[in-house]
């Protein structure tokens, strides 16, 4: 069964800390990977998309890598800030077809 | 450009009722997807259109659910009757890409309580 799972489910670091968000797939054949933010009470926002031949993307402080064989994303956000808490949803792209796989997000909260 | 536009922002309605959500998508992009989210679930994928056309519809849940797109500019996802279980935020996105991986644009969503 073709599957997402992101871990944790929710996270809580002091302001300017590191973190990182992992997600592990089943998806095969596979595409692409597209990782969302979605803020309290708003729709997703995409941060980036990585594709099977990609290993590492960057938006701003967010980090996005990705391990085909494995089949283990991350998402490393540097020197977290206020507005970084959010969740964060891992999305997968089946090669064939037209289905996009969805994890159940992380819940990311920064403290100051 | 105003973005994906979702009415109305909030739905109190009583099991057995209709229910309608209304979407306008932003002017240009060909594709309109149609998600629910829940805190059990996630977001799932509805059904999405392409060029007014539904393409895929294998993620509504049941016949009490429809939705349409008339145009490029309106789709509507309905549901009748409604149930208790269909309490969810549900959005609208849309995209200009090519693929349905393209960057999708989601609306504020439209948080349904059916009671």
């Not at chain 2, 996802?77 to 549900?90: M, T």
Request: net charge neutral.
């Amino acid at each position: 069964k073709n599957q997402v799972e992101q871990s944790p489910q929710s996270l809580i670091i002091l302001e300017g800390k590191n973190c990182t968000l992992q997600c592990n797939y089943t998806v095969s054949p596979f595409s692409n990977l597209r990782w969302y933010k979605q803020d309290t009470g708003r729709g997703p926002v995409s941060l980036t998309i990585m594709t099977f031949s990609e290993n590492t993307k960057s938006n701003g402080r967010y980090t996005a890598t990705l391990d085909a064989d494995t089949k283990q994303s991350s998402l490393h956000i540097t020197a977290s800030q206020l507005s970084d808490s959010a969740s964060y949803i891992c999305v997968v792209r089946k090669l064939q077809g037209t289905a996009l796989i969805f994890g159940k997000g992380t819940t990311l909260s920064v403290s100051s | 450009d105003a973005g994906v536009i979702q009415s109305p922002r909030h739905e109190v309605t009583e099991m057995g009722q209709e229910v309608t959500l209304r979407c306008k998508p932003i002017s240009g992009h060909d594709y309109l997807f149609w998600y629910r989210q829940t805190m059990m679930r996630g977001l799932e994928l509805l059904i999405y259109f392409n060029n007014n056309v539904p393409i895929d519809d294998s993620g509504m849940p049941e016949d009490r659910f429809s939705a349409k797109m008339p145009n490029a500019s309106f789709s509507t996802l309905k549901i009748q009757p409604s149930e208790p279980r269909d309490s969810a935020v549900y959005f609208c996105a849309s995209s200009e890409g090519r693929d349905i991986s393209d960057t999708q644009y989601f609306g504020p969503g439209t948080r349904l309580t059916v009671l």
